[in-house]
């Protein structure tokens, strides 16, 4: 079955403006992903990494992208089509709670 990465940000104004009622149904959607096997965590502080040409490592402690909002976490899920992957994260807290979700299909060579 297909994967997808889904990356999702959001912050505090959006979730405390969110209805409790909908945040609770969110974060039971979550639950109830992972107790199916989906891969899923909170994003910590990213960390970047260079190693041009191999001529030595470097890493600078930040992110490389930005966002308006804050990166909130991740996860990967099977689904079966980028339009299922879509049904699925379209019911998670980042989604219903004034934030975003990208869903990045897990391409294979």
Known sequence: MPKFIAIGYGD???YD????ALRDAAHAHDAALQRAGVLMGVAGSPVQVRNTEA????TTNAPYMTSPLPLAGFS???A???AAAIDIVSRTP????HG???VW???KP
């Open 12 to 14: 505090q104004a959006g």
């Open 17 to 20: 403006r969110t209805p409790p």
């Open 55 to 58: 001529a030595g490592v470097a």
């Open 76 to 78: 990967i899920i099977e």
């Open 80 to 82: 079966a089509d980028l």
């Open 94 to 97: 980042c989604a219903v709670a």
């Open 100 to 102: 975003v979700v990208e």
């Open 105 to 107: 299909p897990l391409e």
